[in-house]
């Protein structure tokens, strides 16, 4: 096992494995607290559109699928702040239209598709120096992001209504955090897949929330969990030969499912002693 620390396609994957845990970690845990999750799988799946863009023109699938769900992340943004169409309607609608669009370009482009898989499930052994560059950029842009505007996180998590009282540009913040989590998406699409990614940014919250309630809390323990659940998928995908964006879900789950199974027999045992 040490010996594949030698190879840089490993060492590439536990760099991934750090910036993934921490872009997740913090992007999730406003995901969690301001209930987006179904919003951020509606992302999720509409890049897949972007995938099919980017085949059918011969460049990076994460390049076209970065701009495509960020369109996408500002429409329901958009559209949730008009009115004019239900939010869940809108998000329904370009998840389908995503993933619809991507099927027909990816099978009207001659040839065969390469690294499709790895697109929809994950491979953090194939992640390249660019996905590591991508990744590095975005943890930045996100750490100086919510170190400079914690406060205003804060009120949009929890009280919008209060923000807009004091003149603070709610909208701006919106769209921009909206764009933060469509990027976070699609880097880390890599890493899980398409298929998985929002996994990511619910499970380690999910741990974290069985320790402390704490916003800032709750967004460091789930850079820990996030890291060692993807760490422990990465060792199990090596040991049994099983695809590692599943492996690194299945640890993440196995892993809330102990914690949470701990938690409940320690307070059934205060109780008794009580």
């Known amino acids: 096992m040490i010996d594949l620390l030698k190879y840089s396609f490993f060492s590439n994957a536990i760099i991934a494995g750090i910036l993934t845990a921490i872009s997740c970690g913090i992007i999730g845990t406003y995901i969690v607290a301001k209930r987006k999750v179904f919003i951020s799988g509606g992302i999720t799946h509409s890049s897949f559109g972007g995938i099919g863009i980017g085949y059918f023109l011969g460049i990076n699938p994460i390049i076209t699928a970065a701009i495509f ?4 992340a500002i429409g329901i943004e958009y559209i949730a702040e008009k009115g004019e169409i239900r939010e869940d309607s809108a998000i ?3 998840w389908s239209f995503g993933m619809a669009l991507g099927i027909i370009l990816i099978y009207i482009t001659p ?3 390469p690294n499709l898989m790895a697109y929809l ?3 953090i052994l194939a992640v390249s120096t660019f996905d590591i560059n991508a990744m590095l950029l975005l943890n930045l ?3 100086f ?3 400079f505007f914690y406060k205003e996180i804060l009120y949009i998590s929890f009280d919008e209504e209060y923000m807009k009282t004091k003149g603070l540009p709610v909208t701006l913040f919106k769209y921009t955090i909206a764009t933060l989590i469509a990027l976070t998406i699609v880097i880390n699409i890599r890493v899980v897949g398409i298929i998985l990614v929002l996994s990511l940014l619910t499970i380690p919250q999910a741990i974290s929330a069985l320790f402390s309630n704490s916003f800032r809390n709750i967004m460091i323990l789930s850079i820990f969990f ?3 659940g993807t760490m422990s998928g990465l060792i199990f995908s090596y040991l049994l030969n099983i695809p590692s964006g599943a492996s690194i879900i299945f640890s993440l789950v196995i892993l809330f499912g102990i914690i949470k199974l701990f938690k409940i027999l320690f307070s059934l045992k205060s109780k008794s002693e009580v």
């Open 145 to 147: 992001f919510f170190m």
């Open 141 to 143: 842009i996100i750490i």
């Open 121 to 123: 499930f994950g491979n």
């Open 69 to 72: 769900a960020v369109l996408s």
């Open 111 to 113: 040839g065969y598709a």
């Open 92 to 94: 329904g609608i370009l």
């Open 226 to 228: 996030a890291f060692i």
